[in-house]
């Protein structure tokens, strides 16, 4: 009855809220006061107690029970310095509090860095517009609509006379005082001046499309006056949260996204999380078939299991690319797929006769590495006693369990819940 007369009248929170101010600051100095004056105390929040909880109490007699605590408790209670920020500390302490103990038992926040997990969740991609002049670059409250909203920045770097690039100066604070700073800027020297690029993204030479990735030669070397240097649009990856209370009452099921800490799992970047698709568990035994599908104690995973029905559904008439849902890939497959590919992309500092060497060249250096463990379709993982196997769904472009193995099961800490930000097509569960 009580708390319905607290939803209900508002004279009745006020009320309990003064009673709950005189009771903690009685409370906290209880030890320094003289016994006679506890006494007064407690027998007057006792009897302010009686009258707020009576139900035929009327607002005047609330009204007069209510100075009077208040008059016993300015008598009694010593006043503290600067209580107003004591208030505002309390508060923001608490505030604190709360927010620590939900990322540490209920739901932490994750960036998505890398494109392992596309097209489920994206790391951060970029685009290079220089050869796409009809694709405008947003200005005025269009960019910040673009860039607060969608995540999506955009960067553009005319030339001002025609001139050859000289270089790229390394990543420098945007704004620093000392040792402290944020953002990145870089300088891009060509013909002898330097166009500044600000607040530039992580490895900017790269996610500017001024370098190739592999060979870290750039794309093109002479500019024309008037002629884009720097034209793209880079679009930060997926931010999402973490859900931390599931896995305490039941065990991650196949087919999830599991987050883990790395920490300690050899061929992997420390001190960060990963985030995979779950495939096997402690003491199956695991291979990757040619036809890029998972076999698990020799039964062949399909799509009409949970979690694989978009992953499993590609055409097995057409080669793995990346950020497309192509199933996953060995070893052999890996490199008869990366040798389709590699010429059919632009490559900075490879002329056009060596194209078909390269790519048999860096097809032997990587399939080797991403398929550690599944380097064909007939070799089997054993996943050790309480750990999981987990693979990234852009199989072209993950390092995943195919390369470090399994993951001990406590390094996991939650599986995803849903896309906070940036609102696009993957936003929410």
Same mark, same amino acid.
């Given at each position: 009855?009580?708390?319905?007369?607290?939803?209900?009248?508002?004279?009745?929170?006020?009320?309990?809220?003064?009673?709950?101010?005189?009771?903690?600051?009685?409370?906290?100095?209880?030890?320094?006061?003289? &016994?006679?004056?506890?006494?007064?105390?407690?027998?007057?929040?006792?009897?302010?107690?009686?009258?707020?909880?009576?139900?035929?109490?009327?607002?005047?007699?609330?009204?007069?029970?209510?100075?009077?605590?208040?008059?016993?408790?300015?008598?009694?209670?010593?006043?503290?310095?600067?209580?107003?920020?004591?208030?505002?500390?309390?508060?923001?302490?608490?505030?604190?509090?709360?927010?620590?103990?939900?990322?540490?038992?209920?739901?932490?926040?994750?960036?998505? &860095?890398?494109?392992?997990?596309?097209?489920?969740?994206?790391?951060?991609?970029?685009?290079?517009?220089?050869?796409?002049?009809?694709?405008?670059?947003?200005?005025?409250?269009?960019?910040?609509?673009?860039?607060?909203?969608?995540?999506?920045?955009?960067?553009?770097?005319?030339?001002?006379?025609?001139?050859?690039?000289?270089?790229?100066?390394?990543?420098?604070?945007?704004?620093?005082?000392?040792?402290?700073?944020?953002?990145?800027?870089?300088?891009?020297?060509?013909?002898?001046?330097?166009?500044? !690029?600000?607040?530039?993204?992580?490895?900017?030479?790269?996610?500017?499309?001024? !370098?190739?990735?592999?060979?870290?030669? &750039?794309?093109?070397?002479?500019?024309?006056?008037?002629?884009?240097?720097?034209?793209?649009?880079?679009?930060?990856?997926?931010?999402?949260?973490?859900?931390?209370?599931?896995?305490?009452?039941?065990?991650?099921?196949?087919?999830?996204?599991? !987050?883990?800490?790395?920490?300690?799992?050899?061929?992997?970047?420390?001190?960060?999380?990963?985030?995979?698709?779950?495939?096997?568990?402690?003491?199956?035994? !695991?291979?990757?078939?040619?036809?890029?599908?998972?076999?698990?104690?020799?039964?062949?995973?399909?799509?009409?299991?949970?979690?694989?029905?978009?992953?499993?559904?590609?055409?097995?008439?057409?080669?793995?690319?990346?950020?497309?849902?192509?199933?996953?890939?060995?070893?052999?497959?890996?490199?008869?797929?990366?040798?389709?590919?590699?010429?059919?992309?632009?490559?900075?500092?490879?002329? &056009?006769?060596?194209?078909?060497?390269?790519?048999?060249?860096?097809?032997?250096?990587?399939?080797?590495?991403?398929?550690?463990?599944?380097?064909?379709?007939?070799?089997?993982?054993?996943?050790?006693?309480?750990?999981?196997?987990?693979?990234?769904?852009?199989?072209?472009?993950?390092?995943?369990?195919?390369?470090?193995?399994?993951?001990?099961?406590?390094?996991?800490?939650?599986?995803?819940?849903?896309?906070?930000?940036?609102?696009?097509?993957?936003?929410?569960?």
């Amino acid at each position: 009855m009580h708390f319905l007369r607290w939803l209900l009248h508002r004279r009745i929170r006020k009320g309990s809220e003064l009673l709950g101010i005189v009771r903690k600051h009685f409370d906290h100095q209880r030890d320094i006061l003289p &016994p006679k004056h506890v006494e007064e105390l407690e027998a007057g929040m006792a009897a302010f107690e009686a009258v707020l909880r009576a139900s035929s109490t009327t607002a005047g007699q609330l009204a007069a029970a209510a100075q009077t605590l208040e008059e016993v408790a300015h008598k009694w209670l010593k006043p503290y310095p600067f209580a107003s920020y004591r208030d505002n500390f309390e508060s923001l302490l608490g505030t604190v509090v709360i927010i620590f103990a939900f990322k540490t038992f209920f739901a932490t926040p994750m960036e998505i &860095p890398t494109g392992s997990a596309q097209p489920t969740y994206y790391g951060i991609t970029h685009e290079d517009l220089r050869d796409k002049p009809n694709v405008p670059i947003p200005t005025g409250l269009a960019r910040l609509w673009e860039r607060w909203v969608k995540g999506a920045s955009y960067y553009e770097v005319i030339a001002e006379a025609d001139g050859r690039l000289e270089g790229i100066s390394d990543p420098a604070k945007q704004f620093a005082i000392g040792n402290i700073g944020f953002g990145k800027r870089i300088d891009i020297r060509v013909g002898g001046r330097d166009y500044r !690029v600000n607040f530039a993204p992580e490895d900017p030479a790269f996610k500017l499309s001024l !370098v190739d990735p592999m060979t870290r030669q &750039p794309y093109k070397v002479s500019f024309r006056k008037g002629e884009p240097i720097v034209r793209c649009r880079v679009v930060a990856g997926d931010r999402l949260f973490v859900e931390r209370l599931t896995y305490n009452f039941r065990k991650p099921r196949r087919g999830e996204y599991f !987050v883990f800490q790395s920490t300690g799992i050899s061929g992997t970047v420390q001190g960060t999380h990963y985030i995979k698709r779950l495939i096997g568990f402690g003491g199956e035994k !695991v291979r990757i078939g040619d036809d890029r599908h998972v076999y698990i104690d020799g039964k062949r995973i399909e799509k009409t299991e949970p979690g694989f029905e978009k992953l499993y559904g590609f055409d097995p008439a057409k080669s793995p690319v990346d950020s497309q849902y192509s199933g996953h890939v060995n070893g052999k497959v890996y490199a008869e797929a990366y040798r389709k590919w590699y010429p059919t992309v632009p490559h900075g500092g490879v002329a &056009p006769a060596d194209v078909e060497a390269r790519a048999e060249q860096e097809a032997s250096y990587m399939a080797p590495l991403v398929g550690r463990h599944f380097p064909d379709g007939e070799t089997e993982f054993t996943v050790r006693p309480n750990c999981y196997l987990g693979f990234g769904d852009n199989t072209m472009s993950s390092s995943d369990g195919r390369s470090w193995g399994d993951v001990p099961r406590e390094k996991v800490i939650g599986k995803s819940l849903f896309v906070m930000w940036p609102f696009t097509s993957r936003w929410g569960w």
